[in-house]
């Protein structure tokens, strides 16, 4: 769990620095599914500690911030790289 910590940081602190230069959609998405996933290590870690107590906010019997990290991170890549396969099938 530290590894991921810590590269996690990583990840996410160059993310930002790309963020910050560039303007491209699909770029952008992938820098924020880069923090999203970062945002799921460290609820994940915050639950093992027991920091996180019970959720109010529930879809049927789930918590909603106990299934949204993990699904969060990944739309955000999904949403990026459709946008870079539309764009090469696009011009051709």
């Known amino acids: 769990m530290f590894s991921r910590l810590i590269l996690g940081a990583l990840a996410s602190f160059f993310a930002i620095m790309l963020w910050s230069k560039t303007r491209d959609a699909a770029w952008m998405l992938?820098?924020?599914?880069?923090?999203?996933?970062?945002?799921?290590?460290?609820?994940?870690?915050?639950?093992?500690?027991?920091?996180?107590?019970?959720?109010?906010?529930?879809?049927?019997?789930?918590?909603l911030p106990?299934?949204?990290?993990?699904?969060?991170?990944?739309c955000f890549f999904i949403a990026a790289f459709l946008i870079m396969v539309v764009r090469r099938y696009r011009c051709r």
């Open 66 to 74: 106990a299934i949204l990290p993990p699904i969060l991170h990944s």
């Open 30 to 63: 992938l820098v924020i599914g880069a923090i999203a996933a970062y945002i799921e290590t460290v609820y994940a870690v915050l639950n093992l500690f027991g920091i996180t107590g019970n959720s109010t906010l529930f879809a049927g019997p789930l918590s």
